[in-house]
């Protein structure tokens, strides 16, 4: 089975500060994804990756940036962490064979920044 | 752009009765795929069931089953005899076959089975 791990299930930061959210898979997929997920608007995309040293921008990457210097690890940064940003984080990652596989999620990062 | 629309933000039932989630989704591109994601309390998003745009047949899981209407743009997801443990948020969500794999999910449906 897959498994997608994210570091923390629960964070509290300050305003300010910068934050990294590490998610790790062991599967070897080329595909990794960083969605930020708030009631009443779903998960929306922020980066995601197809390869070492890949990535593209999401839907709302305004505040973000990512690594991907492994194949299995993709890191979320909050380069100077806002109230906005607290949310539930969700990693997932998707073999590159084709997009009528499913997403494999981590079980998520609540960040709340105070 | 792709958008996906769940208009129903929280549903309840009795255990054992069957509920219908509604998803509807725009799109000019004829193929793709759709999807219902399942989060429990535990967290975890969990696939519940696919549906691939060339197929007519609607797919089935054991107690799920969506109906895929192309032309109305629409896949709902019926649950049947529903369970105490059915009891969760439900995404809809749609990718393209082509191009960058990007899922685009709606805003969720919370659904609680009541014992």
């Known amino acids: ?3 997608v791990t994210q570091s923390s ?10 934050v990294f959210l590490e998610c790790v898979q062991d599967m070897d997929h080329e595909n990794m994804f960083w969605y930020r997920q708030d ?14 040293k890949m990535k593209e921008k999401g839907d709302i990457p305004e505040g973000y940036s990512v690594s991907r210097e492994k ?6 940064i909050l380069e100077s962490a806002s109230t906005n940003q607290t949310s539930m984080y969700l990693c997932a990652s998707l073999p590159s064979t084709g997009s ?8 998520g990062t609540r960040l709340s920044i105070l | 752009a792709q958008t996906v629309t769940q208009s129903q933000p929280e549903m309840s039932v009795q255990e054992a009765e069957t509920v219908t989630l509604s998803c509807t989704y725009d799109t000019s591109e004829n193929n793709y795929y759709l999807f219902w994601y399942k989060q429990p309390p535990s967290r975890q998003m969990i696939l519940v069931i696919r ?6 047949q609607n797919a089935t899981e054991n107690r799920f089953s969506v109906n895929f209407q192309k032309a109305a743009k629409s896949f709902s997801l019926k649950i049947s005899d529903s369970q105490l443990g059915d009891t969760a ?6 990718v393209l076959i082509q191009g960058a794999q990007k899922l685009v999910f709606g805003q969720g449906t919370r659904l609680t089975i009541n014992p």
Do not use: W
């Open chain 1, 39 to 52: 009631p009443g608007l779903g998960l929306r995309l922020i980066y995601f990756s197809y390869d070492v």
């Open chain 1, 9 to 18: 299930r629960y964070l509290v930061k300050r305003t300010g500060e910068k």
């Open chain 2, 51 to 56: 549906q691939e745009a060339y197929k007519q």
């Open chain 1, 71 to 76: 194949k299995e690890r993709f890191s979320l």
């Open chain 2, 89 to 94: 948020m439900y995404f809809c969500a749609f």
């Open chain 1, 100 to 107: 009528n596989q499913p997403q494999h999620f981590g079980d």
């Open chain 1, 1 to 3: 089975d897959v498994k």
